[in-house]
């Protein structure tokens, strides 16, 4: 595969004198780029449905994000495949660029006429094609630009990139759009994506190093041995393969997975329709969400600063556990402070809990196979947790909130103790300086 032999290589973090990841001016420049994409995502996606309501009405609101969500969930998987056959960093590239003028397109399009349905549902349909690139390649990149010991930094950093991303897109695009209308915001949008690029180009490839020393056996179709006559489907086949053997590889997986279908329902769909039986109003649910994203917030800044936390799998299924345990409890509370309080706890938690189980992912995979291993990863949160919102809104519309509450926390319990009683999980640790 190519690679961009006109860098020169970078030294391992592991090397004496280099820098932590937060001190490492290379990843920086790559954190300052992602993090410009993310906050142009947050104003793409509050302009698409913005427009999308002022076009139509409600119901097609709904069309336009599902027409995003199909072509992201359905590609994620090829997108893994593609991200390991090429240079992660091209493939991030081109995706950005693509978006770049895809979004600037539209915006000069706006700017000349009242935005049709038809065309944001074709803007919704090809972003979320590109999107189900940039993502696998995002989650490959990390290891070709620090070292493994830095890599759970690395993590933390990137889910707090993440939350910047939820918090300043925002603010933005609605300034955006109040001062010059959807146009005006997509041209945010698509600057924001501009933005990334030089930053991108301006970041350093290191080697990848060996993969972690592991008992689990190759699959026959080693990417690392592999010519280029390999189809993309024995590719694709080779990652499932290769998760599903994986010692910890495969628990990891399986845990998000049912904590995804567990908590992603109940804290979206489920926050809402809470606050609206408990007649807290709109500045409630903006308290509750607020600490719930302070609370994450923390927690993936202690990995970000620290670097390092011992016995991390045994961590990651307690902050897992607890924080199930939360937000079944979130159901019961009857003020609105103690729902505040408890959403701050459960995002501390899930704060913790995500940024180790990414990085036991980041530091345990096979560099080789780790766009397919991130895609499955996202495909989960992209593609499965969100078919349980419908289900959610249905089950407390009809039952109350406290009992879905109550049974949502139950089943990412259930993710918790099998992280628990999985002796590869229990024991794993991140990879020391």
Do not use: K
């Not at 090429?86 to 770049?100: N, T």
């Not at 000349?112 to 993502?135: C, I, K, M, S, Y």
């Not at 036991?360 to 895609?375: E, F, N």
């Amino acid at each position: 595969m190519a690679t961009l032999e006109t860098n020169p290589p970078i030294r391992s973090a592991t090397d004496p004198g280099t820098a932590p990841a937060h001190r490492d001016p290379n990843v920086l420049r790559w954190l300052t780029a992602y993090t410009a994409s993310l906050v142009g995502d947050s104003v793409y996606f509050l302009t698409l449905g913005w427009s999308a309501q002022r076009a139509a009405g409600p119901a097609e609101v709904g069309l336009v994000m599902a027409a995003g969500a199909l072509p992201r969930a359905v590609l994620m998987l090829g997108g893994g495949v593609v991200a390991d056959r090429f240079d992660p960093r091209r493939v991030i590239l081109g995706s950005d660029a693509l978006r770049c003028l895809l979004i600037l397109s539209v915006a000069a399009a706006i700017a000349l006429a009242t935005p049709a349905l038809w065309l944001l549902v074709a803007v919704a349909l090809v972003f979320g094609a590109v999107d189900a690139l940039f993502v696998p390649a995002v989650g490959a990149l990390p290891p070709r630009i620090t070292g493994p010991d830095q890599l759970a930094r690395v993590t933390g950093l990137r889910s707090l990139a993440m939350r910047l991303g939820q918090i300043g897109g925002p603010p933005i695009g609605g300034l955006a759009m109040g001062l010059g209308g959807p146009a005006a915001a997509f041209t945010v949008a698509g600057t924001l994506f501009a933005l990334s690029l030089p930053l991108l180009l301006s970041v350093r490839i290191r080697p990848l190093d060996p993969p972690p020393a592991d008992t689990t056996p190759t699959t026959p179709n080693d990417p690392t041995d592999r010519t280029d006559r390999t189809s993309a489907r024995a590719d694709l086949a080779d990652g499932l393969r290769y998760i599903r053997r994986h010692r910890l590889l495969g628990p990891l997986v399986l845990v998000g997975a049912v904590c995804e279908l567990g908590l992603t329902g109940t804290l979206n769909v489920g926050m809402v329709l809470l606050n609206a039986e408990r007649g807290w109003g709109p500045s409630g649910y903006g308290l509750i969400v607020a600490c719930f994203g302070a609370g994450a917030t923390v927690g993936a800044t202690l990995l970000a600063v620290v670097g390092r936390l011992p016995r991390a799998g045994l961590t990651m299924a307690v902050t897992l556990l607890l924080g199930s345990i939360g937000a079944a409890a979130m159901g019961l509370v009857p003020t609105l402070w103690s729902a505040a309080v408890l959403a701050a706890l459960v995002g501390l938690n899930a704060g913790i809990f995500g940024t180790l189980d990414a990085a036991l992912v980041q530091t345990t995979a096979d560099p080789a196979y780790l766009g397919r291993v991130t895609s499955v990863v996202m495909l989960t949160m992209v593609g499965l947790a969100p078919l349980g919102y419908p289900l959610v809104g249905a089950a407390i519309g009809t039952w109350g909130a406290a009992p879905v509450f109550l049974a949502c926390g139950a089943l990412s319990s259930l993710g918790a103790l099998h992280a628990l009683t999985s002796r590869p999980v229990r024991t794993a640790e991140l990879p020391r300086r």
